[in-house]
């Protein structure tokens, strides 16, 4: 069996994976995930490599709620505007 390889190459490797890859490597990024559950500045590290691939790019948002839930980072959908409600009403007549 090979040697657990350090953290900040499992850091490099996720951050390569997370800007290079077409797919969210969802595996990869919850396992190391749980190896620094305990170090917080590398968790911190995670989270912010995680939130800005979701920023970057697209991604469903089964996918962003799962993954944030068990990274800890909050997460808020956005709301798509109602087309029935005008933020900008016409100018009334005196």
Do not use: N, W
């Amino acid at each position: 069996m090979p040697p657990d390889p350090s953290i900040a190459l499992s850091l490099v490797d996720t951050s390569i994976r997370l800007d290079h890859f077409a797919g969210f490597p969802e595996a990869e990024t919850l396992a190391l995930a749980e190896r620094l559950e305990q170090k917080v500045f590398a968790k911190s590290l995670l989270q912010h490599m995680v939130v800005q691939r979701f920023y970057l790019f697209p991604a469903d948002y089964k996918l962003k709620q799962k993954v944030c839930a068990r990274l800890g980072i909050p997460y808020k959908p956005v709301q798509s505007m109602d087309p029935g409600k005008k933020l900008i009403r016409p100018p009334q007549d005196p």
